[in-house]
C-alpha cells in the first residue's frame, strides 16, 4: 500500500519545547516536501528537499530545521525559535524535484501551549 | 495583491448542481495548474492536473485554464454531497519545486 505518512496525527507541546514531525513514504519518490497550513492562508512551503542528503528552505523556514539521511524520510524539526508553532502540518512528495504533482501525506496538528 | 486569489466561500449548492470554482493569478510564468481536495483535517488530495490552457476531463470534474485571462476553474458536475470540502487550487512556473496554492474554497453539498 503506497502513500506517504506522517505520524503523529496530533501532537501536543509546552513552549520552549523542540518537537520533531515525522514523514515517510514508500512511493519511491526523490522529492520531498514540508508545508504550514493557517486558517484563511494558502500552504506555504517551509522546506524541500530534491535528493537524499540535500535540501533548500522554503518560503517560511526560519525556527525549524529538516534532514534528508533516507530517500523515504525527509523529519521536520519545529524549534523553540519558531514563534508562532501551532498549525497544521503537511508533508508531501514529488517523483523528481521540479515535477509540480506533488502528493500529500495526511498532516499533524500541532498545538503548542 | 497575493500571487493566486481564490473565494474562500462557503459555497453551498444542492445536490445534483453543477458547481464552478474558479482562481486568478498574476503571474504569467505559471504553466502547470492543479486543483487539490481536502476533507477536514486530512491531507490534500491531487484532483487535477493541467499543463497550459485548455481544457481536462476526469470523470465529474472538468478543469479549464484560460492563460490570456490568468483564470482557472474546476467544474464538478451532478455534485455530490461527498463532494463537500475545500478545494484548493495550485500553480508552478516551469521546472520548479515551488507552487504556490489559493487559500481554499469551501464547498458544502446539501441533500
Known amino acids: 500500500d503506497g502513500g506517504i505518512t506522517q505520524s503523529p496525527k496530533y501532537l501536543f507541546r509546552k513552549e520552549g519545547q523542540n518537537v520533531t514531525l515525522s514523514c515517510e513514504q514508500n512511493?519511491?519518490?526523490?522529492?520531498m516536501y514540508w508545508y504550514r497550513q493557517d486558517p484563511g492562508q494558502g500552504l506555504r512551503l517551509i522546506y524541500y528537499?530534491?535528493?537524499?542528503?540535500?535540501?533548500q528552505k522554503g518560503d517560511i523556514a526560519e525556527g525549524y530545521s529538516v534532514s534528508r539521511e533516507k530517500k523515504e524520510s525527509f523529519p521536520l524539526t519545529v524549534t523553540s525559535a519558531q514563534k508562532n508553532p501551532t498549525a497544521f502540518y503537511l508533508c508531501a512528495s514529488s517523483i523528481a524535484s521540479g515535477q509540480s504533482e506533488q502528493y500529500f501525506g495526511p498532516g499533524t496538528r500541532l498545538t503548542v501551549t | 495583491q497575493k500571487e493566486v486569489e481564490q473565494d474562500p466561500g462557503p459555497l453551498s449548492v444542492p445536490e445534483g448542481a453543477i458547481v464552478s470554482l474558479n482562481c486568478t493569478y498574476s503571474?504569467?510564468?505559471?504553466?502547470?495548474f492543479m486543483w487539490y481536495r481536502q476533507y477536514s483535517r486530512k491531507g490534500p488530495e491531487l484532483l487535477m492536473y493541467t499543463y497550459s490552457s485548455g481544457n481536462k476531463e476526469d470523470g465529474r470534474f472538468t478543469a479549464q485554464v484560460d492563460k490570456s485571462s490568468k483564470y482557472i476553474s474546476l467544474f464538478i458536475r451532478d455534485s455530490q454531497p461527498s463532494d463537500s470540502a475545500t478545494y484548493l487550487c495550485a500553480m508552478s512556473g516551469y521546472n520548479t519545486d515551488k507552487l504556490i496554492f489559493g487559500t481554499g474554497t469551501r464547498l458544502q453539498v446539501f441533500p
Open positions: 528537499s530534491q535528493i537524499v542528503n540535500d535540501f
Open positions: 512511493l519511491n519518490h526523490d522529492a
Open positions: 503571474n504569467s510564468a505559471f504553466q502547470y
